[in-house]
């Protein structure tokens, strides 16, 4: 990952750090600031193709999990990825930080984020394997509604009408694209969902730590934590894989890391609420691939559902950057 103020996360590290939160914003802006001085001026159309092409990174090592688990145990798949990501990462960060970068004094933090995001990671793969890409896609999409809903009751922030009703009707589109039936969710559903409101959760969790920890530490420690709890998935299942099949098993890790170099240098190069509505175009890949590779053709409430989901999130994204830098200004 290069290196990034503050607004470097989790890489696939976690799609939780992909979501975008008040304190990440401003600190990107004041650490483009530091590095380029005042007269840094952005470079919109290029963050816009590096944000394009992060999405398809991120949608092809999705589709990439969703084919091995449908041959391999899910542990295997996430154990081999996170190891993927884990030494691609300390490969960025280890040069640059040193070991430094895995002091804290928040160790049983760290631990239960890691813990957490592990779960989310292996629900989400669970998702995959039993429903439609896009469908999984979607309902993760609704990650940034769960995360604003936990820090109105977590962190006690002020909801408003205008949130309040966003997060209303995002969660309807919610419903609409889980489409429960007269009995019950689809246990894929209910597996992306768990993993949304965890992914949410984390996000929260997150913003009170990047009070104390650096970014460096923070990736680190998320990566090495999931690589530790994702091995004792592979007590579950294990199948030698093909020699092709374990490029793809490291491949996701590696291709995750690449998108996430790609989704950072989108943010160095513009502003954070030009190119994050491109972030939603993993949908789009997402609906392509599963068409293209397992023949599933979206269905009306899935479109619906997602529409509703992707507006909502963009809007409370959009009306928390425009708060920000009204309180900037003054």
């Known amino acids: 990952m290069a290196s990034c103020p503050r607004r470097v996360?989790?890489?696939?590290?976690?799609?939780?750090?992909?979501?975008?939160?008040?304190?990440?914003?401003?600190?990107t802006a004041a650490g483009i600031d530091r590095k380029y001085g005042k007269g840094h001026s952005d470079d919109v159309p290029r963050g816009i193709?590096?944000?394009?092409?992060?999405?398809?990174?991120?949608?092809?090592?999705?589709?990439?999990?969703?084919?091995?688990?449908?041959a391999y145990p899910v542990g295997e798949v996430l154990c081999l990825r996170s190891f993927a990501s884990l030494i691609a990462g300390a490969a960025?960060?280890?040069?640059?930080?040193?070991?430094?970068?895995?002091?804290?004094?928040?160790?049983?933090?760290?631990?239960?984020?890691?813990?957490?995001?592990?779960?989310?990671?292996?629900?989400?793969?669970?998702?995959?394997?039993?429903?439609?890409?896009?469908?999984?896609?979607?309902?993760?999409f609704s990650a940034p509604l769960f995360a604003a809903l936990v820090s109105i009751i977590w962190l006690k922030e002020s909801a408003g009408w205008v949130r309040g009703a966003a997060l209303v009707i995002g969660f309807l589109g919610v419903l609409i694209v889980t489409n429960p039936g007269t009995n019950s969710l689809t246990l894929g559903a209910l597996f992306a969902l768990t993993n949304a409101?965890?992914?949410?959760?984390?996000?929260?969790?997150?913003?009170?730590?990047?009070?104390?920890?650096?970014?460096?530490?923070?990736?680190?420690?998320?990566?090495?934590?999931?690589?530790?709890?994702?091995?004792?998935?592979?007590?579950?299942?294990?199948?030698?894989?093909?020699?092709?099949?374990?490029?793809?098993?490291?491949?996701?890790g590696f291709t995750n890391a690449i998108g996430q170099w790609f989704w950072t240098k989108a943010?160095?190069?513009?502003?954070?609420?030009?190119?994050?509505?491109?972030?939603?175009?993993?949908?789009?890949?997402?609906?392509?691939?599963?068409?293209?590779?397992?023949?599933?053709?979206?269905?009306?409430?899935l479109l619906v559902g997602s529409a509703i989901v992707v507006i909502t999130g963009l809007f409370l994204f959009l009306r928390e950057s425009r708060l920000q830098r009204q309180l900037a200004a003054r």
């Not at 590290?13 to 975008?20: E, P, Q």
């Not at 530490?217 to 092709?244: D, E, K, M, N, Y």
């Open 92 to 140: 960025i960060i280890l040069p640059v930080s040193g070991l430094s970068a895995f002091v804290t004094h928040r160790p049983r933090d760290h631990l239960a984020r890691g813990l957490s995001q592990s779960i989310s990671q292996f629900c989400l793969l669970m998702a995959f394997s039993l429903m439609p890409l896009a469908g999984a896609v979607a309902i993760n």
């Open 49 to 70: 193709i590096c944000m394009v092409i992060a999405t398809i990174l991120f949608s092809g090592a999705s589709a990439a999990s969703k084919w091995l688990v449908g």
């Open 197 to 252: 409101v965890m992914y949410g959760t984390v996000t929260v969790a997150v913003r009170g730590m990047t009070r104390t920890e650096s970014a460096a530490t923070l990736v680190i420690w998320q990566l090495a934590v999931l690589a530790f709890f994702h091995s004792f998935l592979l007590l579950f299942g294990w199948r030698w894989p093909t020699p092709t099949d374990a490029a793809m098993l490291f491949g996701t």
């Open 267 to 301: 943010l160095h190069l513009a502003p954070a609420p030009a190119v994050t509505p491109f972030y939603y175009l993993m949908l789009i890949w997402a609906l392509m691939f599963g068409f293209l590779i397992w023949g599933d053709v979206p269905s009306a409430s």
């Open 9 to 27: 996360k989790s890489a696939v590290w976690g799609m939780d750090d992909r979501a975008v939160d008040k304190r990440g914003q401003n600190a």
